[in-house]
């Protein structure tokens, strides 16, 4: 874990040298987000659990938790604000996502594969994933809510006032503008045309373990 914390701030230093201030919130805050992608692995199906750091399905969240809890501790104003940002620009450059800091990710989420991922200013359910090139944007000043286990598959699109429930899949290119659908819903597009179909709840994507309910 120490190396790991020292090869971060060589990393950061692509943006100029750590002043002594910025290393010491670094420090302070590291553990907590260690801690916080731990227990999002400790949650998941053990063939999707990463152990090593360095694999980009943990590094994105890691970062993503670290960018966060410095962006809200803010104990030293500015200082803050710029690792937050630093951490930020690092996670879209090696990871190849925009996952911005002031973004509320819900407390358990995975990113399967991040390149060319953008997840905007939604409201995110718990148990939340998303595989390479998805888009959560805005439309009309309105961002889209999505349940708990909801599942975005590939370059798949879901922007403005759109309500995802809970236990649903949008399956791989679909694109959902100011759509409404239905928990348990499995959503694709056929023949250029939107497709809607109940699962009842039997659809399981194997991410996160189904032992951890909608109530948890």
Do not use: W
Request: charged residues 20%; neutral net charge.
């Amino acid at each position: 874990m120490k190396n790991y914390l020292v090869l971060l701030k060589q990393q950061l230093s692509i943006f100029g040298p750590l002043r002594r201030v910025e290393k010491r919130i670094l420090e302070d805050s590291f553990d907590i987000a260690i801690k916080k992608s731990d227990h999002t692995q400790s949650l998941m199906h053990s063939k999707h659990q990463h152990l090593g750091y360095f694999h980009t399905c943990r590094s994105v969240i890691f970062l993503y938790h670290l960018s966060r809890t410095i962006y809200l501790s803010d104990t030293n104003g500015e200082e803050n604000f710029a690792l937050a940002e630093k951490l930020f620009l690092l996670n879209r450059f090696f990871n190849s996502i925009d996952l911005f800091y002031k973004i509320n990710m819900p407390d358990f989420f995975f990113i399967n594969h991040s390149l060319g991922t953008v997840l905007s200013q939604a409201k995110y359910g718990n148990f939340f994933t998303v595989h390479q090139g998805v888009t959560v944007g805005v439309q009309n000043g309105f961002y889209p809510v999505f349940g708990e286990r909801v599942v975005l598959f590939p370059n798949s699109v879901v922007v403005g006032n759109s309500v995802i429930g809970d236990n649903s899949v949008i399956g791989a290119g679909t694109v959902l503008v100011n759509k409404e659908i239905p928990r348990n819903s499995i959503v694709f597009t056929k023949n250029g045309a939107l497709e809607i179909k109940d699962h009842n709840g039997l659809y399981d994507p194997g991410f996160f373990r189904s032992d951890f309910g909608l109530d948890m």
